[in-house]
């Protein structure tokens, strides 16, 4: 406040020399008036002015002396009428000028109040600001404390989904540590007793198939129970018997029927377990390998084995303990595996296979035996179209919005709102008018 009321000063002082500066040379011009309109003291020159005198007051005869006072007098009056003209004028353009400086004064003072009352506003509007941007820094750090505590939750979530799907989570549970320990165990493991997987990084992908996962968690913990399994001697061999009907005679196909599909045989061929299908997608698969738990029926190979067992080891009297099923045909049997068929043809036949991007190729279709299709192909016969496996490709796209703080934004366009609501009125209202009163107080 104190730097507006120097400016009023500063500004009164001005004021007050420039009208000490006319009061001066007033004072001045109406000394010289004075000393103007002043009646000289006249002295006679002896006798002949004593005489001129009475002649003058006598006879009303004018001398040299009254001639030279007159003429005095009247440039005197001239002159003070040419004073009082200018003096007028003088007046008329200091009345301008001062009454001109007054409403410049009266500008300046509205000036100086609409400034700091927008420089108030604009500091508030600072403090306001300020406030909000500590406010989004607490709310910030807030913000991220809370999405550090969902991504813990998440992670938790995620590694018991993982457990409970039966997979270690592999950014949460260190695969080497588990590696480690199993390489541990290994070597304490009693005779005869093996891990049915490798103990390598690389394989973990097998280790974790063959691994039984569970987890739990209490207030502050979260417990993982990993069930590695062990193998013994013997190892066995999955066969999977698929009854193929073989021509006979006129038309007649004959074939054994199976009531075993499923059968694992011993490697030394000595004995055999009886597995449903259902039972073998229960084991783990490792790479062409399957484990299974040890809770079947372990039946000797004798020479009473069921028709399968027969069949596999091409036995004596082979077919004395199976059964026979005729079916009548005209054409070719199919049989369909996994992206292959079994054939069974009366007589010869010849098939066409057709691939994309592929010349056709032709087949002869005789007795039996087993056609495999690529992908996009299809076998034509006469009697027959077979298709392959179509494969389809996706992609997906993924996009993300990061949230953007715009408290800031907006501040700065409040700011922006307020500078434009800044007027000042205008100090000069007519600058010719200034440059017009100095020329005529020069005149």
């Given at each position: 406040m104190w730097e507006y009321t120097l400016l009023n000063d500063n500004t009164c002082k001005n004021m007050y020399t420039i009208a000490e500066r006319g009061h001066d040379r007033a004072k001045n011009m109406i000394t010289a008036i004075q000393a103007i309109y002043t009646a000289p003291i006249n002295k006679r020159r002896g006798l002949m002015d004593g005489l001129g005198s009475i002649a003058k007051s006598l006879?009303?005869?004018m001398d040299a002396n009254d001639e030279k006072i007159i003429k005095?007098?009247?440039?005197?009056?001239?002159?003070?009428?040419?004073?009082?003209?200018a003096v007028s004028n003088q007046l008329k353009i200091i009345n301008s000028t001062i009454n001109h400086i007054s409403s410049l004064e009266e500008n300046i003072q509205q000036n100086e109040r609409n400034l700091r009352n927008l420089i108030q506003i604009i500091r508030n509007q600072g403090h306001i600001t300020s406030r909000h941007q500590a406010v989004d820094e607490y709310f910030t750090l807030i913000i991220e404390l809370i999405n550090d505590l969902i991504r813990d939750t998440e992670d938790i979530l995620e590694y018991l989904t993982y457990a409970k799907e039966g997979f270690l989570h592999p950014g949460l549970m260190s695969v080497n540590h588990v590696i480690d320990n199993l390489k541990g165990a290994a070597a304490t493991l009693p005779e005869g007793l093996y891990f049915p997987f490798s103990l390598d990084g690389s394989d973990w992908i097998n280790i974790e198939k063959a691994t039984t996962i569970s987890a739990y968690c209490d207030r502050d913990n979260i417990y993982t129970i990993l069930q590695f399994p062990l193998t013994a001697s013997p190892t066995y061999e999955i066969l999977h018997a698929i009854p193929l009907p073989v021509y006979d005679h006129d038309n007649k196909f004959v074939s054994v029927e199976i009531n075993e599909p499923y059968i694992a045989v011993d490697t030394e061929q000595h004995t055999y377990i009886t597995i449903t299908e259902y039972e073998l997608q229960e084991c783990s698969k490792i790479g062409l390998n399957y484990l299974c738990?040890?809770?079947?029926?372990?039946?000797?190979?004798?020479?009473?084995?069921?028709?399968?067992?027969?069949?596999?080891?091409?036995?004596?009297?082979?077919?004395?303990h199976c059964n026979h099923k005729f079916v009548t045909a005209d054409s070719v049997l199919w049989k369909k595996l996994e992206n292959?068929?079994?054939?069974?043809?009366?007589?010869?036949?010849?098939?066409?296979?057709?691939?994309?991007n592929y010349p056709e190729s032709k087949e002869i279709l005789e007795n039996t035996g087993k056609i495999t299709l690529q992908n996009n192909c299809k076998l034509i016969t006469s009697d027959v179209v077979i298709r392959s496996r179509l494969l389809e490709r996706t992609k997906i796209i993924e996009s993300y919005l990061p949230n953007v703080n715009i408290t800031l934004l907006r501040n700065a366009q409040v700011l922006d709102n307020k500078t434009d609501q800044i007027k000042l009125k205008q100090l000069v209202r007519d600058p010719n008018e200034l440059k017009y009163l100095g020329i005529k107080l020069n005149k």
């Open positions: 006879f009303g005869t005095e007098q009247l440039t005197l009056l001239h002159n003070e009428a040419a004073i009082r003209h738990e040890r809770n079947h029926a372990i039946n000797r190979i004798i020479s009473d084995a069921i028709c399968e067992i027969q069949l596999y080891l091409k036995a004596e009297n082979q077919y004395k292959s068929w079994l054939f069974s043809a009366p007589t010869k036949k010849v098939a066409t296979i057709k691939c994309k």
